[in-house]
């Protein structure tokens, strides 16, 4: 029996374009588009994009500057539930920020980062408080609120917004990569 080349690589390229294709559209239309026409749909988000990898959405958004982040976070994941086929969704938000609000933020870094390591979440405000008064600037307005997975900062100079969204349980850093944690 002798086997013909050319049926066989058709019929291999037609069946991989099958495939990839089937599963390249149920990437889109079953878990991509339903995600991001949630998070477009919740008040405040001007713009969602997601990214499909093969344990994780990464939501990229955009929030109007008056936006509640922590509100804007739950429901979205609250909502998103069904469409998520137990990947884990994790929310970006990527709002233009401004040089004040990055030199802000950066001045409040280190201490917010050690009220996070030492689980002292109620210094964080007074942080953001301090790293305002250091810089002088009377219309810098920050909040800080958590929930049982996250805290959320939210900056604004009345013009530009800066959103931070922080995991309360983060990994663990070791010095070798085969530490075992």
Not at 22 to 39: D, K, T
Not at 46 to 51: L, P, R, V
Not at 74 to 97: G, H, M, W
């Amino acid at each position: 029996m002798k086997i013909r080349m050319k049926p066989l690589a058709v019929t291999l390229v037609v069946s991989m374009a099958v495939l990839f294709g089937g599963w390249f559209l149920y990437q889109n239309v079953a878990i991509q588009s339903p995600v991001e026409q949630i998070a477009k749909d919740v008040s405040h988000v001007s713009q969602a994009k997601a990214n499909i990898t093969s344990d994780k959405i990464q939501l990229s958004i955009q929030v109007q500057p008056d936006a509640n982040i922590r509100q804007v976070v739950e429901r979205i994941q609250q909502e998103s539930k069904s469409a998520l086929s137990n990947k884990k969704l994790e929310i970006v938000v990527t709002n233009p920020s401004s040089q004040a609000l990055d030199d802000w933020w950066s001045k409040a870094l280190f201490p917010v980062a050690q009220a996070m390591e030492n689980k002292q979440y109620t210094e964080i405000p007074k942080a953001l408080e301090q790293a305002s008064a250091s810089m002088n600037q009377d219309q810098f307005k920050a909040n800080a609120e958590m929930d049982e997975h996250n805290v959320y900062i939210s900056l604004t100079d009345g013009t530009a917004s800066k959103y931070i969204i922080l995991p309360r349980q983060g990994q663990s850093v070791g010095v070798w990569p085969n530490e075992n944690a």
